[in-house]
Every structure is written in structure tokens, then in C-alpha cells.
């Protein structure tokens, strides 16, 4: 799968919020997401996995160490905090009560492209933390140069 590019969306009173045509389109034969609440970057917000995605990165998961501290943290943070949900008919996905407010979610928010999976931030937040990650660009020509891509 491949997720890219950022949109804004609104929230509605009920807590959907629409997932962007295109990433839709990607979800044609399977419409269950995991949906993480996450701190990124030091900011709160929420990665939503395709199910298969999700189901691929726990079988690496199962191959690791079971009580390698590293895994533990990952496991209590990451999986531990996971929910289930679904894209409903009109194309929106239903963000649990406690994981919008973990990740400060209120009406305006951005979700994200991030390759294998997508992020949803409150717009407020996507926009401080992208000011400063242009600045630190600005700052830094050679911050992308170890990637080796």
C-alpha cells in the first residue's frame, strides 16, 4: 500500500471522520483499520493501520524476543493501546472517545499519508509540528542525507 499526502477533514458531533478518497481506494477488499493512539515527535496523535499491515508488523512482532525490554515497551505502548474499527459506508471511520482525546483531537484535523499506514492529527498540531520540522530543513540541509534513499 502506498499512503501519501496530507488532508484536512472534520470531525463530526458523533467522532467519524472521513478517510481521503485515494486511501479509500487502497481499501477496496478489506475496510478494517487499527486505529493507535501514539506520541510522534513529542505530539499526541493517532496511526491508522490497514488491518493487513497491522496483522503483518505483529507476525515480526511474534519473531522478536517475547521479554527483550525494547519489546515490552513497544508492545505496552503501541499494541496495547490499539483499537479496531471500520470504514462505514460513507467512508468515515469512527475514532473512540478515549483516543480522541489521548491525541487531542477536536474539530479540524489532518490525516496524513505515511507509506504503509496513515496519521490523523488535530490540525493545530500538524501545523506547529510541520513549522518545525521546516525550519529545522531550513536550518539543516543535510537532515534528510542519512536516510540513503
Given at each position: 500500500m ?6 484536512t ?6 467522532g ?13 477488499d ?9 506520541p ?12 493487513g ?6 507476525r ?6 517475547k ?7 513497544f508492545q ?7 483499537h ?5 459506508s ?10 480522541r482525546e489521548y ?24 501545523r ?6 521546516d ?15
Amino acid at each position: 500500500m502506498e499512503f501519501s499526502g496530507s488532508f484536512t477533514h472534520t470531525i463530526d458531533g458523533k467522532g467519524r471522520v472521513s478517510i481521503p478518497a485515494g486511501f479509500r481506494d487502497q481499501l477496496l477488499d478489506d475496510h478494517r483499520l487499527v486505529l493507535v493512539p501514539v506520541p510522534i515527535l513529542g505530539q499526541r496523535c493517532v496511526d491508522i493501520h490497514p488491518y493487513g499491515e497491522w496483522q503483518t508488523m505483529l507476525r515480526k512482532l511474534e519473531g522478536r524476543p517475547k521479554f527483550n525490554t525494547q519489546n515490552l515497551k513497544f508492545q505496552m505502548v503501541y499494541v496495547g493501546r490499539a483499537h479496531r474499527a471500520e470504514i462505514d459506508s460513507a467512508g468515515r471511520v469512527l475514532v473512540p472517545p478515549a483516543v480522541r482525546e489521548y491525541a487531542g483531537l477536536k474539530r479540524d484535523v489532518v490525516v496524513m499519508g505515511q507509506s504503509n499506514l496513515f496519521r490523523l492529527m488535530d490540525e493545530e498540531t500538524y501545523r506547529k509540528v510541520m513549522g518545525e520540522l521546516d525550519a529545522e530543513a531550513a536550518g539543516d540541509p543535510s537532515l534528510f542525507e542519512d536516510l540513503d534513499l
